[in-house]
């Protein structure tokens, strides 16, 4: 599925009605989000189950700041509303992937364990 595009209207929708969101906040000026756009949109033709959504951070700068976007392309994942990466700088489609997969097998059930014990 291709990569859809979040705004501060749609973002918290998005997040909460689906398991797994990979965000990719990027701005209209930076060459390494302009390279890494082609790779993040084959990658979200491979998963048809995961949402892809792009933030353009100029556009979106009130959601940029919740997240404290500092450097694009910076991308995030949630699982069942729960950041589980965050990382500014593009990935090479190889290890994109693999983060993907990495992402998809977590046990959430082990997270919010995790999550629970540093609370």
Not at 8 to 13: A, R, T
Request: glycine share 4%.
């Amino acid at each position: 599925m291709a990569a859809i595009t979040l705004n501060k209207d749609s973002f918290e929708q998005t997040i909460n009605g689906h398991d797994m969101v990979i965000i990719d906040f990027w701005a209209s000026w930076c060459g390494p989000c302009k390279t890494f756009a082609p790779i993040f949109e084959r990658v979200s033709n491979r998963y048809p189950d995961v949402i892809f959504g792009k933030v353009e951070t100029d556009d979106q700068q009130e959601l940029a700041q919740a997240f404290q976007i500092r450097s694009i392309p910076t991308l995030m994942i949630f699982r069942e509303q729960i950041i589980i990466f965050s990382q500014p700088g593009m990935l090479p489609e190889p290890q994109f992937v693999e983060l993907v997969e990495k992402a998809l097998a977590l046990d959430m059930d082990e997270v919010r364990k995790e999550i629970s014990k540093k609370s």
